[in-house]
């Protein structure tokens, strides 16, 4: 399965246009316009962010850009600089520090928090009596507080588990989930229920 070339979602700033890496531009901006068209007056008065997965966008294609979103009546933002995240320290004495993806059919486990400078692949564990902050893309299960500590969390830059553990509660990935947000989150119990919040809300 193949990634669209342009996503366009809204966010609680605006709307944010997503442009695949290696996508040609001729077929961006046509599908951008037939976005558009199709979603005619819903997006009125709109400030658009843009996000290129190659990391930048030509002079002339960013002002070509402009030109289709001012005739829907939207407006282009500069490009912010990227905004430093910082994780959560571990409030656990005992910190487990991998350097390294973990994966498939590979299970960590560890008395205290563990801290993954890299993804957990599908099919991989990760068991801890602490949190688990994982510096990439968790897509395997992970266990925090497992030896009943409720106020654990699990943190991942992208954070697609097959299951999730903390303490007792254990939640799973509904089946229809969409596509990742493209920030951190963080799961911690909440009335005995496993959440999922972006990071900065918890500022």
Do not use: C, W
């Not at 901006?29 to 709109?46: C, D, H, M, P």
């Not at 991989?124 to 949190?131: L, N, Q, W, Y």
């Amino acid at each position: 399965m193949t990634n669209e070339p342009v996503i366009i979602k809204g966010t609680k700033e605006g709307v944010t246009i997503v442009v695949e890496e290696n996508s040609n531009f001729e077929d961006v901006k046509k599908i951008i316009y037939e976005k558009l068209q199709n979603s005619r007056n819903f997006f009125t008065g709109a400030k658009v962010s843009l996000k290129a997965k190659n990391g930048f966008l030509k002079k002339e294609d960013y002002t070509k850009l402009q030109e289709i979103l001012s005739d829907f009546g939207m407006s282009l933002q500069e490009a912010k600089s990227p905004k430093t995240l910082i994780f959560p320290k571990p409030n656990r004495s005992r910190v487990l520090l991998l350097k390294r993806t973990v994966r498939s059919g590979q299970k960590i486990s560890y008395k205290g928090t563990v801290v993954i400078l890299g993804d957990a692949n599908p099919g991989s564990e990760i068991v801890a009596t602490g949190d688990i902050l994982v510096m990439g893309t968790l897509r395997g299960m992970a266990h925090a507080g497992a030896a009943g500590d409720t106020s654990a969390i699990v943190a991942a830059f992208r954070l697609q588990p097959t299951q999730l553990r903390i303490a007792d509660v254990i939640s799973r990935p509904p089946e229809d989930k969409e596509q990742s947000p493209l920030f951190p989150e963080i799961a911690r119990l909440k009335d005995n229920m496993i959440v999922i919040e972006p990071y900065n809300s918890l500022k």
